[in-house]
């Protein structure tokens, strides 16, 4: 069996929801400028422009045995440096040597180490994963030794909803009457927003807490807007609160920064991050330094399910835990299934993003009373519902 073709295609389809699809969204590190700050959700990809209109681009890698793996959604840019240079790489290989040409990517985009370069290798990654699983006829968690457990908690991750805090009151209701035991919430508030921003996130923590009662885990992501100064003082004033972690408070390129901030850490609150860290080695780095308590970076962006079990491995010798980041549901699930519960005790769930990024799914991953029990299709589950795609057409690029 060898791969006869990698490509690249655009769906296009129509989602039901009322109103703005996007009603808030996270502090971001470029957000320090007015005239970033200022800018609302519009950014977001999704439902906009087109009313309902939802587009996404899947990759594709078929063989000349008949069998097909998917992964995505990706970005456009993604595609690009798919379709101009790392097809090429794959055509005529063997499919099922994951290894090999996980290696052969990573030498040949020497200058691709991390960043769009590398989220493009992880998507290949996945979609060799999803064919080898189909090949096989087994989900990819059984490959991989899985299922360790029966269920998995998720905790639902509430980006893109309004910070009104009658609203969040609401939200925070629905979230724990859908059976969550934990949610993430992002308040758009940094540094240069001064004391105002300060209780604003404060305000937002104890509506939470109020709503929600001592049960119910809450954690702050603050996207890598944040200063090691502003984040110890965040822990000192949200302790009473008791979040289980603040995610991603300062810049990835800073594990000094981190390492600091997680000394010092006051009222047992716990430090997260590593979203936007790439490969064992980035990690490796981050560990070394003790720059965190809990680990997550992305199955679709870090190298893959094949470089996300060796991030597993170092994970485990540095006795710290590890929580793919949210924004590959799929993935995540059958990786998280191959892992001790101690290594990965839950999934994120982000509820507005997985309603677009799961929507031309035939089987799609949502937890059901707040947890996600293994999937049983062959693969990833990638296959796509023929009854959601309104419009298709393959990418390519001169």
């Known amino acids: 069996m060898r791969i006869r073709a990698v490509r690249c295609v655009e769906y296009s389809g129509t989602i039901d929801h009322e109103g703005a699809f996007w009603e808030e969204r996270l502090i971001r590190p470029v957000d320090i400028y007015p005239q970033f700050r200022a800018q609302g959700p519009g950014f977001l990809p999704g439902a906009a422009g087109d009313g309902n209109r939802v587009t996404s681009v899947f990759v594709h890698i078929e063989t000349d045995d008949g069998v097909t793996g998917t992964a995505g959604p990706i970005t456009r840019q993604q595609a690009y440096l798919i379709g101009t240079d790392l097809a090429s790489v794959l055509l005529g290989q063997d499919p099922l040597a994951t290894e090999y040409l996980w290696d052969v990517l990573y030498r040949h985009a020497v200058h691709g180490r991390k960043g769009v370069e590398m989220m493009a290798i992880s998507a290949l990654d996945c979609a060799l994963w999803d064919l080898k699983g189909r090949h096989l006829g087994v989900p990819v968690h059984v490959l991989l030794g899985g299922p360790t457990r029966e269920e998995i908690p998720a905790y639902a991750s509430a980006l893109g909803y309004s910070l009104d805090l009658d609203k969040v009151r609401e939200r925070a209701t629905e979230i724990a009457g859908l059976g969550f035991t934990a949610t993430k919430w992002f308040p ?12 604003a996130t404060v305000a937002l923590v104890a509506t939470l807490r109020e709503t929600l009662g001592p049960d119910v885990d809450i954690m702050v992501d603050a996207w890598m807007s944040w200063d090691v100064p502003y984040a110890l003082r965040m822990g000192e004033r949200l302790a009473e609160y008791a979040p289980r972690w603040i995610e991603e408070p300062v810049l990835p390129d800073k594990p000094a920064s981190y390492a600091e901030i997680t000394r010092r850490m006051p009222g047992g609150i716990l430090v997260s991050g590593a979203e936007h860290e790439y490969t064992r080695w980035g990690l490796h780095q981050l560990m ?24 597993a491995a170092l994970a485990s010798t540095y006795d710290v835990q590890l929580i793919p980041h949210g924004h590959s549901v799929p993935a995540n699930t059958h990786f998280s299934f191959a892992q001790p519960p101690t290594l990965t005790p839950m999934i994120e769930y982000l509820l507005k993003w997985n309603t677009l990024h799961q929507w031309f799914l035939a089987t799609p991953v949502h937890p059901v009373d707040g947890k996600v029990t293994p999937p049983t299709q062959p693969g990833l589950g990638m296959d796509l519902d023929e009854n959601k795609i309104e419009s298709r057409r393959e990418l390519t690029f001169a």
């Open 288 to 311: 070394a330094a003790g720059a965190m308590h809990i680990y997550q970076p992305d199955t679709y962006w870090a190298g893959g399910i094949s470089e996300m079990l060796k991030i």
């Open 188 to 199: 758009r508030h940094g540094p240069v927003d001064g004391n105002a921003g300060v209780e």
